[in-house]
């Protein structure tokens, strides 16, 4: 059974950091691209950023562009978020997500079951 | 401010169809052929029901199917279930980053 498995999130103050985790199992880790992607209180989804399998690539919403880095570690099967200059905007639950395909960015799955990021 | 467009609310009896659009622009939508559709209960993450404008991940029943002409994607519900009433979101690709829809809320009345 895949899984993810987030953690990191919690209360902050606005210019503070947090740093996101997302553990992974049940599937191949190192080939898929991952992302992250965030749901505000009034329930909008906003994609957030996303690494390429091999973590050479990087990709970021314009929201979060020079604040927020995403990185991961294939060793551990590991994503993260390092998020910093945080906003009151950034609050909201934070989801790991997978690429549904090695090859495709037809979507995502599976999800995580979300972090929650009060600042 | 959601860059795809969709109707807040549906709403069908059991058994019966709807059909929620989703409205981009050729940089999103009408540009390629990566929109996606997530299913979302209260409380719950987002589940992926519809890949690729029409594919169907595993286990995902076939009541559900997805279109697209030009710049709108479309989900159709048929044979409406209880179960189906839901937060419908539509998503695509758009180049370098993914853009979604606000929402759809399904009521099965």
């Known amino acids: 059974e895949m899984q993810l498995v987030e953690s990191g999130g919690g209360l902050v103050k606005p210019g503070g950091s947090l740093r996101l985790s997302c553990v992974v199992s049940g599937f191949n880790f190192r080939s898929y691209s991952m992302n992250w992607v965030r749901q505000s209180p009034g329930k909008d989804l906003e994609w957030v950023a996303s690494?390429?399998?091999?973590?050479?690539?990087?990709y970021y919403a314009d929201s979060v562009k020079g604040r927020f880095t995403i990185s991961r570690d294939n060793a551990k099967n590991s994503l993260f978020l390092q998020m910093n200059s945080l906003r009151g905007e950034d609050s909201a639950v934070y989801y790991c997500?997978?690429?549904?395909?090695?090859?495709?960015?037809?979507?995502?799955?599976?999800w995580g079951q979300g972090t929650l990021v009060s600042v | 401010q959601s860059a795809l467009t969709q109707p807040p609310s549906a709403s069908g009896s059991p058994g019966q169809s709807v059909t929620i659009s989703c409205t981009g622009t050729n940089n999103d939508v009408g540009g390629n052929n990566y929109v996606s559709w997530y299913q979302q209960h209260p409380g719950k993450a987002p589940k992926l029901i519809i890949y690729?404008?029409?594919k169907r991940p595993s286990g995902v029943p076939d009541r559900f199917s997805g279109s697209k002409s030009g710049n709108t994607a479309s989900l159709t519900v048929s044979g409406l279930q209880t179960e189906d009433e839901a937060e419908y979101y539509c998503?695509?690709?758009?180049?370098?980053?993914?853009?979604f829809g606000a929402g759809t809320k399904v009521t099965v009345l």
């Open positions: 690494v390429s399998s091999t973590g050479n690539y990087v």
């Open positions: 997500a997978r690429n549904v395909a090695t090859n495709s960015r037809g979507g995502f799955d599976p």
């Open positions: 998503c695509s690709y758009a180049g370098t980053n993914y853009v």
């Open positions: 690729e404008v029409a």
